[in-house]
Nanobody, 120 residues
Framework: QVQLVESGGGLVQAGGSLRLSCAAS????????MGWFRQAPGKEREFVAA????????YNADSVQGRFTISRDNAKNTVYLQMNSLKPEDTAVYYC?????????????WGQGTQVTVSS
């Protein structure tokens, strides 16, 4: 089992920035691809970004490309999502997830989520 705990969400004005963190425990962190997903009210959960086991490879959804950056610190068992130039449409609950494979769907382990609200 992998336990994931997100933090760093909050209320921010459009154009602002937030950094989300996700602390992992339970298994060897560097064995897992880490991803961020989000779910807005009334919408399905969608992929945001993923980072490979050692951090050399990342992949972002088109909707956040150039604004969001995923990174990880394997020494701290933590993955981050730096979000810049936030828009009201970025408002959602953000989840981190872990999986053994590099992909954009159906991760094995999930956190409880952290709310991000962007005001216009």
């Amino acid at each position: 089992q992998v336990q994931l705990v997100e933090s760093g969400g909050g209320l921010v004005q459009a154009g602002g920035s937030l950094r989300l963190s996700c602390a992992a425990s339970g298994r060897t962190f560097s064995n897992y691809v880490m991803g961020w997903f989000r779910q807005a009210p009334g919408k399905e959960r969608e992929f945001v970004a993923a980072i490979s086991w050692g951090g050399r490879r990342t992949y972002n959804a088109d909707s956040v490309q150039g604004r969001f950056t995923i990174s990880r610190d394997n020494a701290k068992n933590t993955v981050y999502l730096q979000m810049n130039s936030l828009k009201p449409e970025d408002t959602a609950v953000y989840y981190c997830a872990a999986d053994l494979q590099f992909k954009t769907y159906e991760y094995d382990y999930w956190g409880q989520g952290t709310q991000v609200t962007v005001s216009s």
